[in-house]
């Protein structure tokens, strides 16, 4: 049973208690799901397989009872489906389950009264398709007004939508075939609704073949014939499923039909203007001719049945050629080949009419009743096995057009980062097999700003679309260009024999650009480029490396001041450390530097605590983030990164205290850097300098480096607490030497690493992680601080466990010091209640709770603590939203039950255990946000 079973059983409440207010008040406990039990979609795969099993089945000589006991077994063995019924009137208007198969199938069938003949118990989903003789969907019996005589009985099954199969016979409607799955919808997805068309069209045929060849052994003749009919229709179902194209389908049909043994030829005639046919696809002998005595016949030959199911859209047949008159002989064809007996059906497309499906035999009298039903399926399949390659044909568009939008630059239209990515490599590959130089370079337009501020950001998209159009003119058809973002742009130069070629390619690339733009208004422009380059194989990097050094070079010749030979300059591998080195010149001297912010919260008293400063660096119009730039970094460099980013936080903290927003401040400083002489009075002049008492500062470290000598790391973490200045150990968890280290050394706080709680909705129990961790912390007198809490539910969990702090994308991204102070004022926090809100919450409580239990010494306190189901915390949980009619509210009870039959005659009551923890989890997966399954309530 779903979690949202829960939510249904109490609207449910809701409506019947509206509907009759003398109705009882409380629910029937529901039935749980049995352990184990699959709600998952079924595959394509999963359904063929079920034909080719129902195709051995209903083709094996068999009694009739057997045949329907193994169909029925075999659709409720399909995952997804739960529950599976073989319907049949009784001659008093109701229908009597002759067959069934699944979990409470058979009970359901004792209990609920269906019928087809009047009243509100005939015009549910059964009643109707009885009627009608179609296909009746209902996607979710929580919402489908129809169903309410029956509705209470299958959710407390946990049944949530339906599907019911009218089966036919030779001589009309005899039976019903009714399914049930735990999901919503799932009748309506995936491949489900052309196997259930297929059940449709076959298997009541199929049924009564079987009763049939019981009664009347003498029809054993046609029935292989119906059988061979059946081995194509069965064919058509499964390429209905799997077909990628049109000539595949109509191609296989005919060929199906051939093999079948009751048919000679088989040919799809399309409209060749005036009523006639043209040969579109066939396959048997004689095709050709046929085609070609079609196309030159003389409509005063006599008539063509291809052509009168044409213009009459409906089927045509003869079971006696030669004996019918009339019939155009198409010059003696008919005879030569040996055919007898021919029929033709039209096909739609799309709901309109398309061409006809032409057979002929060389029996005469084949075309029984029988026969023609059958025919006709095949031509209903035929048009939905096109509608779906013309379904997947609209997905094939949409999904090229999404790629293409993915993969373009929205304002230029010229490719993006993503496309340089995946056509770099396949430019490189050709390299190599040519035995030719390729060239990656990167462009920055010079003086671009200024233009963009003067003249508004009009203007400016103006000037790169049109710079995008020169770029792109002034390229070969074998070279490609893209726009990374900003003013920068990227090139791949292919088939280059020469450096010159290369200095070619530069040559028309400063000419493309510095060529002056008149913008809109009429205001004549000129902007300029700088063009780094780097040449493969010369440079045998890979392509993240190849741009990287293009890059190098780029920052090599925007440093050039004053006139310039050249606007470009290519890669020199004695260039990179003296280009990181200008970077880092620039983050010092040119305010590069960008400081942001994450909030850290109390979650027990809802309150902003203080912030985590992270380094970012502004590179034109992207921030560079502390991956791609710190490892290009010296110590000495670092250090300088770190005095930066600290002394920004502290004027930030001056004026938000200024402001009467008191806050803590953390920043991350590599032990390489803390190691070193100058590290301590550095941070020392810093913090005297900002006037902040040293107790707001917290530095956080990571180990490596000299870090890993621990005696020199204790020394060097006591010199710092011994200023005031608190210290954090981070990441806490990803390697099992940083627990280690917390035995030795005295910090102040613990980082739990975000790998433990950003998946906890795949692995719940990973909070036990998160308990053991907390034990740790309070053990050892320090402060835990859980980082990359991303969802409501996950943040629900931790309060619930009692985390004294956390930060994350659920509580705030980082942010510029202005937005933060935005932030702040628009902030509500509430106290932690310790009461579960969602269901991850009440899945963390239960953890807690249990853990408790454990830890009790005599059974009989263990009856006390566990005597009432609606005192523990998830039972409080379960009160407030309404779960305890449902399946999870049913598992937690006999959870409680087996507790105390536990405690007084030493029962076992962990496989209660195991079945509420695996209905908390099943919860808990099925939605991403729990909460919504609980805000329906």
Not at 340 to 364: C, D, E, N
Not at 926 to 932: D, F, G, K, L, T
Request: glycine residues 8%; aromatic residues 6%; negative net charge.
């Amino acid at each position: 049973m779903t979690p949202i079973a829960g939510t249904a059983i109490a609207l449910l409440e809701r409506d019947r208690h509206n509907d009759d207010p003398t109705a009882e008040r409380h629910a029937k406990a529901a039935r749980p799901e049995p352990p184990g039990g699959r709600t998952c979609a079924a595959t394509a795969d999963d359904v063929l397989a079920a034909l080719l099993r129902l195709d051995a089945a209903q083709l094996s000589t068999q009694a009739s009872q057997t045949l329907c006991e193994q169909v029925v077994a075999i659709i409720g063995e399909v995952p997804g489906i739960a529950a599976v019924w073989l319907w049949r009137p009784d001659g008093s208007g109701r229908l009597v389950a002759e067959e069934t198969s699944g979990l409470y199938a058979a009970e359901y069938a004792a209990t609920a009264e269906v019928r087809i003949d009047r009243g509100a118990l005939a015009e549910g989903p059964a009643g109707r398709a009885w009627r009608s003789g179609m296909v009746e969907i209902s996607d979710d019996w929580l919402t489908e007004p129809t169903v309410t005589p029956w509705r209470r009985l299958a959710l407390e099954y946990g049944w949530r939508s339906s599907a019911v199969v009218p089966l036919c016979g030779r001589d009309g409607l005899y039976r019903l075939l009714a399914l049930r799955s735990h999901e919503p919808g799932f009748f309506s997805a995936g491949p489900m609704p052309a196997f259930i068309r297929h059940l449709a069209t076959v298997l009541g045929l199929a049924l009564e073949q079987a009763e049939i060849g019981e009664r009347d052994r003498a029809h054993h003749e046609n029935l292989d014939r119906l059988r061979g009919l059946y081995r194509a229709l069965l064919g058509q179902a499964k390429l209905l499923l799997k077909a990628r194209s049109e000539g595949e389908v109509l191609r296989a049909t005919c060929r199906r039909l051939v093999d079948s043994g009751l048919f000679v030829m088989a040919w799809i005639g399309l409209p060749a203007g005036e009523g006639h046919l043209r040969v579109h696809v066939g396959a048997g002998p004689g095709i050709a001719e046929s085609s070609r005595l079609i196309a030159e016949r003389s409509p005063a030959a006599g008539r063509i049945l291809p052509e009168e199911a044409w213009r009459s859209g409906k089927l045509q047949f003869s079971n006696d050629r030669a004996g019918e008159a009339g019939l155009d002989p198409l010059d003696g064809f008919f005879e030569r080949v040996g055919l007898a007996a021919t029929a033709a059906l039209p096909i739609r497309r799309g709901g309109a009419p398309w061409g006809v499906l032409s057979i002929a035999s060389a029996r005469k009298g084949v075309f029984t009743q029988e026969m023609l039903q059958l025919l006709a399926r095949v031509g209903e399949l035929i048009g939905r096995a096109l509608d779906e390659c013309d379904l997947k044909e609209q997905l094939r568009a949409e999904r090229a057009a999404q790629s293409r939008m993915a993969r373009h630059d929205p304002l230029t239209s010229l490719p993006n980062r993503l496309a340089l990515s995946e056509h770099l490599p396949q430019a490189m590959a050709r390299a190599r097999r040519q035995e030719r130089m390729l060239a990656v370079a990167m462009l920055d337009l010079d003086n671009f700003k200024p233009i963009n501020d003067q003249f508004g950001h009009a203007a400016g998209d103006f000037l790169l679309r049109e710079i995008g159009v020169r770029l792109r003119q002034a390229m070969r058809t074998t070279d490609f260009v893209a726009r990374l973002g900003g003013d920068e742009f990227a090139f791949v130069l292919e088939g280059l024999a020469q450096t010159e070629d290369a200095e070619v390619a530069a040559e028309r690339i400063r000419a493309a650009i510095e060529a002056p733009i008149a913008l809109p208004e009429g205001t004549s422009v000129t902007v300029g480029g700088s063009l780094g380059m780097t040449l493969y194989p010369l440079d045998d990097a890979d392509g993240e490396v190849l741009l990287r050094h293009a890059d190098v070079a780029l920052y090599g010749i925007k440093e050039r001041k004053g006139p310039r030979g050249r606007c470009w300059d290519v890669y020199r591998p004695s260039q990179e450390k003296g280009a990181t080195t200008t970077v880092l010149r620039g983050l010092l001297a040119r305010g590069q530097v960008r400081v942001h912010y994450q909030p850290i919260i109390d979650l027990q008293a809802g309150t902003v605590v203080g912030v985590e400063a992270l380094a970012r660096i502004e590179k034109g119009s992207r921030l560079v983030y502390p991956g791609e730039f710190l490892p290009h970094l010296s110590v000495d460099e670092r250090k300088d990164l770190s005095r930066q980013v600290l002394e920004q936080g502290l004027d930030d903290l001056r004026r938000w205290d200024a402001a009467g927003l008191r806050l803590d401040i953390s920043f991350n400083a590599e032990p390489d850097v803390l190691m070193r002489a100058d590290a301590l009075p550095c941070l020392d002049a810093t913090a005297s300098a900002s006037g902040i008492e040293p107790s707001r500062i917290t530095v956080e470290l990571l180990e490596s480096g000299e870090f890993l000598s621990l005696e020199r790391a204790l020394v060097r973490v006591q010199e710092i607490r011994a200023r005031g200045v608190r210290v954090a150990l981070d990441d806490v968890g990803s390697a099992y030497s940083s627990l280690l280290r917390l035995r030795t050394l005295p910090v102040d706080k613990i980082k739990l690493d975000q790998a433990f709680v950003r998946e906890l909705h795949g692995r719940p129990d990973d909070l036990l992680f998160v308990l053991t961790v907390q034990a740790l912390a309070r053990g050892l007198d320090c402060a835990l601080v859980v980082e990359g809490v991303e969802t409501a539910d996950i943040l629900d969990a931790l309060s619930v466990l009692g985390v004294k702090e956390a930060q994350g994308y659920a509580i705030a991204r980082p942010m510029p010091a202005a937005a933060l102070a935005a932030w702040l004022a628009e902030w509500v926090g509430e106290p932690a209640t310790r009461e579960p809100r969602t269901l991850l919450g009440a899945y963390a409580s239960h953890l807690e709770w249990t853990q408790t239990l454990r830890g009790l010494p005599s059974p009989s306190m263990l009856a006390d603590k566990a005597g009432d189901a609606h005192a523990c915390p998830i039972g409080c949980f379960f009160d407030r939203v309404g779960l305890h009619g449902t399946a999870l509210g049913e598992a937690h009870k006999r959870f409680h039950d087996a507790v105390l039959r536990w405690s007084r005659r030493g029962d076992s009551y962990w496989p209660a255990a195991t079945i509420l923890r695996q209905r908390l989890l099943e919860a808990i997966a099925v939605s991403r946000n729990p909460a919504e399954a609980v805000a329906a309530h």
